[in-house]
């Protein structure tokens, strides 16, 4: 059964230093999104991307953040310089003909 | 007033039992609407979709929606030790965002 990817699933990294987080979404869909999870809450949006552009993003989503589709499969999102509050679990979804979003397993970031 | 409601619980049954979990939404905008299943530092896991009232079942679980009262229900039958998990009640508007509940925490105890 298809799923969707993400790599790497636990990334380190120090106060200020850029990441990117990496997503394979399911092969046929189009649609691609990014959702965070703070420790102990619910799951928060962040953006969604079709056609090679966002669609739409929340407050989250600042000039900190962005999203990149760097070839057919690949799925990206990048932090410029991290915060100690950005420190949470990243999850990539996709979906495809019908509306319901398909996630992946995650990526623990955590800033130190 | 928040968009999705769901008791967070911990919400403990026995084996076997039947468990409804409940979760009400604010907006009548909202198209479709979705359960997922979410083990500990796991992705979300879709269980059910429906874009309808009414119920719809597959294998264990049903999944009621009342658009007219905005309130949607899953429905576990013959519960098992590996359905502990939070459950995430979720709606959406389209190809946009989706908006999650906080969860409601189910136990089954042996």
């Known amino acids: 059964e298809p799923e969707v990817t993400q790599t790497p699933s636990h990334q380190v990294t120090q106060m200020g230093q850029e990441v990117i987080l990496r997503c394979v979404p399911i092969s046929n869909h189009l649609y691609f999104y990014w959702y965070r999870q703070i420790l102990g809450q619910k799951v928060e949006f962040l953006v969604s991307?079709?056609?090679?552009?966002?669609?739409?993003k929340s407050e989250i989503f600042d000039d900190q953040f962005s999203v990149e589709r760097p070839d057919g499969s690949n799925f990206t999102l990048k932090i410029r310089s991290t915060k100690l509050e950005d420190s949470a679990m990243y999850f990539c979804?996709?979906?495809?003909?019908?509306?319901?979003?398909?996630f992946g397993p995650g990526t623990r970031l955590t800033v130190t | 007033q928040k968009e999705v409601e769901q008791d967070p619980g911990p919400l403990s049954v026995p084996e076997g039992a039947i468990v409804s979990l409940n979760c009400t939404y604010s907006?009548?905008?909202?198209?479709?609407f979705m359960w997922y299943r979410q083990y500990s530092r796991k992705g979300p896991e879709l269980l059910m979709y429906t874009y309808s009232s009414g119920n719809k079942e597959d294998g264990r679980f049903t999944a009621q929606l009342n658009r007219a009262s905005q309130y949607i229900s899953l429905l576990i039958r013959d519960s098992k030790l590996s359905d502990s998990a939070t459950y995430l009640c979720v709606v959406g508007g389209g190809y946009q965002k989706v908006t999650f509940g906080t969860g409601t925490k189910l136990q089954v105890i042996p």
């Open positions: 979804a996709s979906s495809g003909e019908g509306y319901e979003q398909y």
């Open positions: 991307f079709y056609n090679n552009e966002i669609s739409e």
């Open positions: 907006n009548s905008a909202f198209q479709y």
